[in-house]
């Protein structure tokens, strides 16, 4: 038995010296389901899920209305602004949406655009997927063409690799598609 013990000991060791660390992983993000709440504003109004936080953002002297949309589960916000548009303003706000979407392309592995129109509310639209390590993951603007404009863009409270917000920004994502879905211009020039 003690002549076996030296080659046990050394099995034994020589079986142990390999190490195989656990790969990467993200914790599981589950979706947090919720009813869904309309927002109403004398110019437009669209349902929002009812777990997040809608708030007004006063801004002194300008044209337009700021407000952003919470999710604090998320620590994501999604900051929006209204602005009424004539036809002479809206190519600007056009331009301009188009430019800070366009703005991350520097740093963004891609942009890709998701058209949106709605015939019957007289909507169209555009939802900017931005991929790659960027401070805003997702863009959109909503329109009647006539007189309102509405656009967003989404950011995390802290820097965050993509790869672990995904599931939440598809979430998002799909959240701001209902918005657009659901948006009815309240408009004395619309064409209802």
């Known amino acids: 038995m003690r002549k076996l013990f030296p080659f046990i000991f050394i099995l034994v060791f020589l079986s142990c010296n390999e190490y195989t660390p656990k790969p990467a992983g993200y914790p599981r993000i589950e979706r947090v389901e919720t009813r869904m709440a309309r927002f109403?504003?004398?110019?437009?109004?669209?349902?929002?899920?009812?777990?997040?936080?809608?708030?007004?953002?006063p801004k002194a002297g300008q044209d337009g209305f700021w407000f952003n949309i919470s999710y604090p589960s998320y620590n994501a916000v999604i900051y929006c602004t209204y602005l009424p548009v004539d036809r002479h303003t809206l190519s600007k706000a056009l331009d301009d949406s188009y430019q800070l979407a366009y703005s991350h392309a520097s740093k963004a592995d891609g942009i890709s655009q998701s058209q949106f129109a709605d015939s019957l509310q007289h909507t169209s639209g555009i939802i900017y997927d931005i991929k790659g390590s960027v401070a805003v993951p997702l863009q959109f603007y909503i329109t009647d063409n006539l007189s309102g404009f509405l656009r967003g863009s989404l950011y995390f409270d802290q820097k965050m690799d993509p790869d672990s917000i995904a599931p939440v920004v598809a979430f998002i994502r799909e959240d701001i598609v209902r918005m657009m879905e659901s948006l009815e211009w309240r408009n004395p020039n619309n064409r209802k």
């Open 40 to 57: 109403e504003y004398p110019r437009f109004s669209f349902l929002y899920p009812a777990s997040t936080l809608l708030e007004e953002v």
